[in-house]
């Protein structure tokens, strides 16, 4: 998730991090400004990485836009089919680079894909209507992860950056009337920016199969491909070759594969013991990703 530009560390203090990663965003937003009204010009996205939040979205990003046919967004996350929809296609298209230079690299029998990545994506409501509408036949690309783990994640991202001062049971108990009020909102009003929604949306996240039917009501299957959490810390090489393919992308590798999202591992062994609110997130989600395996095309393996 996008944070604003003054967030803080847990501690309340501005971190080297914090200030390195403000003045990139700043940056970034002041080059959209200049590229805006050259936005009719400019290409729109090929491919969407919609998510999951803290699924390891940052990783490919970064590893997608090292591709030599790859133009990533000037920030990984536009935010546009969610947060950021009242700034206009004109504005959206400035992420993105000129159709002149994949006109360019066809005429050096190459080629171009744009792209970016917003994992808030998957969980917004409006989201997939609003990027069927304008890229109808971009593929889109999901990243899934045990999603008792991506919640924990998920917490400490956000008590990280100052958001969260409730203990994760806590913040699971009240997490329904935290971002009630933002859903009734976005009913009302479409463009409703709805922070504590997207903040505070840990176990809402973990519905895979609600958030995916979301996106296969405007999208064929064929244009969705899956990526287990698991298999891209694993098995990163053949992984990030699968995903190529789907792209259409020629076969390619970076010289690493770093991490781009600070310590992390796969999920969790299932002999694990969970904490009792970690066991009635589990027994929750199992009952709302009955259908997944069948859904994607793949063995999850991690609520069963």
Not at 150 to 169: D, N, P, Q, Y
Not at 255 to 263: D, E
Not at 294 to 304: D, F, I, T
Request: hydrophobic share 40%.
């Amino acid at each position: 998730m996008t944070t604003s530009p003054d967030h803080r560390s847990s501690t309340g203090r501005t971190t080297a991090v914090d200030r390195s990663t403000r003045l990139r965003r700043k940056a970034a937003r002041a080059l959209v400004r200049l590229r805006e009204p050259t936005g009719r010009a400019r290409l729109l996205p090929d491919l969407l990485v919609i998510g999951a939040q803290r699924s390891g979205t940052s990783s490919l990003y970064r590893w997608l836009g090292e591709h030599p046919d790859v133009a990533p967004s000037l920030r990984k996350e536009t935010e546009y089919f969610s947060r950021r929809y009242d700034r206009g296609e004109r504005w959206y298209r400035a992420h993105f680079p000129l159709r002149a230079r994949q006109a360019m690299a066809r005429r050096r029998g190459s080629s171009l894909m744009a792209f970016e990545a917003t994992p808030d994506y998957l969980l917004h409501p409006l989201a997939p209507e609003r990027a069927a509408r304008l890229v109808p036949a971009a593929r889109l690309v999901v990243l899934l992860r045990d999603p008792v783990a991506r919640a924990c994640s998920h917490w400490e991202h956000m008590t990280r950056l100052g958001f969260e001062h409730l203990s994760f049971e806590e913040a699971l108990a009240r997490e329904d009337e935290r971002i009630a009020p933002d859903l009734a909102r976005l009913r009302q009003d479409p463009l409703h920016d709805a922070p504590a929604f997207l903040r505070f949306s840990y176990r809402a996240r973990g519905r895979y199969v609600e958030q995916l039917e979301q996106w296969l009501a405007w999208y064929p299957r064929d244009r969705l491909h899956v990526v287990r959490f698991d298999d891209l810390v694993e098995r990163p090489r053949e992984t990030f070759a699968a995903l190529l393919q789907f792209a259409g992308l020629s076969p390619w590798e970076p010289l690493t594969f770093p991490n781009a999202s600070g310590p992390r591992g796969a999920s969790p062994p299932r002999d694990v013991e969970l904490t009792s609110s970690e066991r009635q997130l589990r027994d929750e989600l199992l009952e709302a990703n009955q259908g997944l395996d069948e859904l994607v095309g793949l063995e999850m393996g991690w609520l069963a």
